[in-house]
């Protein structure tokens, strides 16, 4: 099940069903399956909260994704900052519902196993964003097609 929820903030309006069969596919493309998974989108402040509680760190960021994995079943929580993603939008000229979007999948990639931290990986985690977008791409495209 993949729910998703809102503090502080307005919910985005993302197609939440078209979103949880894109999640699931691309869980899929790594040979995972998905378990509990819970979207939490905040405001900077809360995300910053969140991050200084949980993992000691004290800085903002788009995104914090909890890893509560069993075997080849993806589960976990997963807060977005809403607020960093608009401001990631603009500074990198991309349309907002593009760069959420991106936000949304990079937790799933983590949860899939995909780093980003190490040498070269922020390459690869780019790359695997990428064929996901491209992969909701072909879902909106099939839809509007039936």
Known sequence: MITFSAINIEMPAIDQAMVG???????????RRTGT??????????VLRMNRQFLGHDYYTDIITFDNDEGDIISGDIIVSLDTVRSN???????YDRELHRVIIHGILHLCGQNDKGPGERQLMEAAEDRALDMLDALRAADTTT
């Open 21 to 31: 069969r894109w999640i699931e596919a691309v869980a899929a493309s790594y040979g």
């Open 37 to 46: 998974i819970g979207y939490l989108f905040a405001d900077d402040d809360e």
């Open 89 to 95: 939008a603009d500074m990198l000229r991309q349309p």
